[in-house]
């Protein structure tokens, strides 16, 4: 069972030492540094640890703004160490249900191009792709009448 933790200065260093892919850093638009600064600077955002047991496997940043209707899952990211074990899947979907509770109609997120083993999760959840495009990514939206697995 996962469990998630706000980021803060005490747990700042289990954030900086995940470890991603080179394959899939290509496809990031953002590094840690960049996201965890981002989570500093935009007042509404929230950047979660994602645990499991003592270890830190990942984070999830959300973006609930609720004054101008706007609830995004802003990164979504799991250490090369602990992915194919199903913590993304089980992450996406507990920051379905945090935003939720926070009254968002509609989660949007952006995803790269090639980044298919993150379009196949996104898709697997309910999320479908938009017109839109943030900067080189798609943006996916998903709406939250509907039910998910």
């Known amino acids: 069972m996962l469990t998630y933790e706000k ?3 005490k747990n700042i260093k289990s954030f900086l030492s995940l470890e991603i892919t080179s394959e899939q850093k290509e496809l990031m638009s ?3 540094l960049q996201t965890l600064w981002n ?3 935009i007042g509404y955002s929230e950047l979660y640890l994602i645990k499991h047991e003592n270890d830190t496997v ?3 940043l959300l973006y609930p ?4 209707i706007k609830y995004n899952v802003g990164r979504l990211y799991i ?3 602990h992915q194919r074990k199903g913590y993304g899947k089980q992450a996406l979907l507990w920051a379905i249900e945090k935003l ?3 009254g968002a109609p509609r989660i949007l997120l952006s995803v790269h191009p090639d980044n298919i083993v993150a379009r196949k999760l996104y898709e697997s ?3 479908n792709y938009t017109e839109l495009c943030w900067g080189n990514e798609l943006v996916m939206k998903y709406m939250c009448t509907e039910k998910i697995d």
């Open 100 to 102: 939720k509770e926070k």
């Open 79 to 81: 250490d090369k160490n």
């Open 30 to 32: 953002t590094s840690h």
């Open 125 to 127: 959840v309910g999320f």
């Open 7 to 9: 980021i803060n200065w």
């Open 39 to 41: 989570s500093f600077r």
């Open 58 to 60: 990942g984070y999830v």
């Open 65 to 68: 703004c609720p004054r101008i």
